[in-house]
């Protein structure tokens, strides 16, 4: 498997201060996922969505369903965080719960409504935080770090990004 694969648009990297402008690009990448995402998934017949987008990866289903389980846990990471102080988040086992019934049989467009309207209630909030809203933080158990909301955005806009391009590098390579 190459690493361009796993990940076609690289590793998610932000090093130094977080500007309200990078912020506001970040939203509005959330903001045009859900648009992006249907274009990718556009005209897939059902073998399509079941192929593995790599080797030993999930298939375009697992993946779509996948956004939608992973940004609705993280909608509710923000909501603890901007209600509490430093809450210790719940972490998931993603590779687990794409191995659920849902992930593997649901149709597709179960998950591109729900991450349509969790994307669109995601932006209102995320539009109307303050710079101390996005200074606000999150623990995470798993991988021992404090995570602060801003730097949650730019994760989310690139994770919505990186499992597109799954999905629109496999067309390309299948020639769909």
Known sequence: MTEDMKYPIG???????I???QRVDWITE???LPTRLAAALQGLSSEQLDTPYRPEGWTIRQVTHHIA??????????????????????PYYE?????LSDTLEAPVELSTTLIKALHERWVILLR???DEDYARTFFHPGSKQVNRLEHATGMYAWHGRHHV???TSLRVRMGW
Do not use: C, Y
């Open 11 to 17: 590793h998610f990297n932000h090093e130094g201060p």
């Open 19 to 21: 500007t309200v402008q």
């Open 30 to 32: 959330i903001s045009v």
């Open 69 to 90: 389980d992973s940004h609705l846990n993280s909608f509710t990471r923000f909501k603890l965080a901007l209600t509490e102080e430093q809450p210790t988040i719940k």
């Open 95 to 99: 590779d687990r719960w794409a191995l």
């Open 128 to 130: 109307s935080m303050t």
């Open 165 to 167: 391009a799954h999905i």
